[in-house]
């Protein structure tokens, strides 16, 4: 499974394209992209547009992952976020791919395992998964491959829960967790410990 | 002159393209674009970045008019809306035309003569600019029309009092008014006794 995780901004656009047998992470691609600064903000739009169905159509991913905004720090800055997020999404509805949205604690459990962690906790953590030399840098690229790994480890965990639970209690209505928030402690510790194992 | 007025929302965007012979206006076409309530978030910007890229393609205008927005109920709305219009100004770039924005009040102003005006002023105004026998409705059509008649004003005052002052005073350095807050009340009184009369 392929998935290519965007993390949009205002000023630059991380992206990264992690791909997964189940098991073991892999990076197939993984960068920045920043419009010409003398851009008029329509044309940087279609910059980041531009580069991003190029990069989807070429990773051809199972899904496109994407951080989901509820907070910023005024009506200003969201506007203007909700843009380049506006495009990113477009672009990934053009290359005909599933979107899936996570929110900043949903990833940072994902990926370091609580829910509050610093951005310097996420890129070194991004780097152990990818088994990668360096943590990637700028810190956007690190989140855009830390929403791309969270997808992984949601519809990981949500297959892993549903075998596990039709082996032990046969047939069963009870729906497989789709999230970390369906998770009980137990199910969150035993995912972290192999995941990190 | 053509311009194309967008008015994007989060459910519906409401276009309009208005031609202006710098003395009369005539409205070329209009309407809403609402996606089928059933798609999934990323398909409903594809469906509104789809038609207005055809509309403006199809219309080519000298100029994209779109509202510039400062406000809304709080971060989450901001954002939505934001993703609405940055497929619209997307589509513009992509149609390889300028774009120009302008505050609700700049719009207000223009079509109205006041910058507080209600809604139904600014559909009635519209109505009688534009020469039609009905308002245009639902509002985003009527607000998409007026940005679109604000920017033909703003163009046209820019260039009249350009040449009103280059008659009376020979060669100046005083650069026109590209924007109603440039103008002094005088300015405004003339233009908008012209333009309703």
Known sequence: MKVF?????????GYGCV?????????????AISPPASATFPDKLQF?????LKLIRECAPSCVAVENVFHAANVRS??????????????????GVEV????????KRAVVGYGRAEKVQVQQMVRMLLGLRRAPTPHDVAD??????????????????K???????GPTTRRAATSWR????????????????
Do not use: F, W
């Not at 995780?5 to 656009?13: L, V």
């Not at 899936?100 to 990833?107: K, V």
């Not at 830390?146 to 965990?157: E, M, R």
């Open 5 to 13: 995780g965007i993390d949009p901004g205002s000023a630059r656009t």
């Open 19 to 31: 791909e997964t047998d189940g098991s073991r992470h892999r990076l197939l691609v993984c960068g």
């Open 48 to 52: 980041v547009h531009r580069e991003l």
């Open 78 to 95: 969201a506007l203007k976020l909700g843009h380049t997020r506006g495009v990113a999404l477009l672009a990934a509805s053009e290359a």
């Open 100 to 107: 899936a949205e996570y929110s900043p604690a949903e990833i």
């Open 144 to 161: 855009a491959l830390a929403v791309a790994i969270c997808h992984v480890h949601s519809n990981d965990i949500a297959s892993r829960l």
């Open 163 to 169: 075998r596990e639970r039709g082996a032990q209690n």
């Open 182 to 197: 369906q998770l009980g402690p137990a199910d969150l510790a035993a995912l972290m410990g192999r995941t990190r194992g």
